[in-house]
C-alpha cells in the first residue's frame, strides 16, 4: 500500500524557534498533500493544501506566515512553524493523495509530528 | 458549512459484543464517505469507504458500513468486537475545493473501549 512518512515523529523546541516537518510519499507521487492538526481527543483539523509547484491554499484561521507550506516535489511537502510558541504545540499530520488512481478522494497518511513548544 | 457528526464520542463494551458507531453528514452533493481507526500510538489507518455502488462496504478486520442516502448517514458496525479493536474511529468525508481537488473533513471521532 502507499506509504506517507513524517519526521520528526516528535520535537520539542524553545518559544520563539522555527521548526520543520517534513512529509514524504515513499512509493507514490502526490500532486495534493493535506495538513491536519490534532488537538488532544479531538478531530483532525484541515490546516491547508499543498500543491505541487504552486503556493499552499489555507483553511480560514490558519496564518499563512505561521505555517508556512512548501511542496518542492511530488514526493515531498514541508510545514514550518514559525516563530512557535507554546500553544503551537500539538499534533501535526500529512496525508496525500496518489497522483494516480481513481479520484476517490481516499488519503493516505503519514505517523505524525508531535510538536512541543516549552 | 459542511460538517460530520459522530454522536458516540466514547464507547465501552465487552468482547463479543456488537458494535454501531453513528455517522452523519450534512453536505448535499455527491460525496465520498471513509472510516478511518487510529490505534494506540499509531498513524490513522483506512477502514472501509464507499464512493459508488453497493452502499453496504465491507472493510478489513470484520468492519462494515451502510450508506444511506436519505439520512446521509454512514454508520460503521461490526458484529463482534475484540480487545484489539480499541482505538479512535474518525468518519470522513470528501468534500470538493475550490481548485477541485478533494480534502477530507473529519468527525470528531469515537473512542471505543473493549473490556476483555
Known amino acids: 500500500g502507499a506509504v506517507v512518512s513524517q519526521h520528526p515523529s516528535w520535537v520539542i523546541c524553545k518559544s520563539g524557534t522555527s521548526v520543520k516537518i517534513e512529509c514524504r510519499s515513499l512509493d507514490f507521487q502526490a500532486t495534493t498533500m493535506f495538513w491536519y492538526r490534532q488537538f488532544p481527543k479531538q478531530s483532525l483539523m484541515l490546516m491547508a493544501t499543498s500543491n505541487e509547484g504552486s503556493k499552499a491554499t489555507y483553511e480560514q484561521g490558519v496564518e499563512k506566515d505561521k505555517f508556512l507550506i512548501n511542496h518542492a516535489s511530488l514526493t515531498l511537502s514541508t510545514l514550518t512553524v514559525t516563530s512557535a510558541h507554546p500553544e503551537d504545540s500539538s499534533f501535526y499530520i500529512c496525508?496525500?493523495?496518489?497522483?494516480?488512481?481513481?479520484?476517490?478522494?481516499?488519503?493516505?497518511f503519514g505517523e505524525g509530528s508531535r510538536l512541543t513548544v516549552l | 458549512a459542511q460538517s460530520v457528526s459522530q454522536h458516540n464520542h466514547h464507547v465501552i463494551l465487552s468482547e463479543a459484543a456488537s458494535l454501531e458507531l453513528g455517522c452523519n453528514y450534512s453536505y448535499g452533493g455527491t460525496v465520498n464517505l471513509f472510516w478511518y481507526v487510529q490505534y494506540p500510538g499509531q498513524h490513522l489507518q483506512l477502514l472501509l469507504k464507499?464512493?459508488?455502488?453497493?452502499?453496504l462496504v465491507k472493510g478489513i478486520k470484520g468492519f462494515e458500513a451502510e450508506f444511506i442516502k436519505s439520512k446521509f448517514s454512514f454508520n460503521l458496525r461490526k458484529p463482534s468486537v475484540q480487545w484489539s479493536d480499541t482505538a479512535e474511529y474518525f468518519c470522513?468525508?470528501?468534500?470538493?475545493?475550490?481548485?477541485?481537488?478533494?480534502?477530507?473533513?473529519f468527525g470528531s471521532g469515537t473512542r471505543l473501549q473493549v473490556q476483555p
Open positions: 496525508s496525500a493523495r496518489s497522483r494516480y488512481g481513481p479520484n476517490t478522494g481516499e488519503l493516505f
Open positions: 464507499y464512493f459508488s455502488g453497493d452502499p
Open positions: 470522513a468525508v470528501s468534500r470538493p475545493m475550490d481548485t477541485g481537488r478533494r480534502a477530507l473533513t
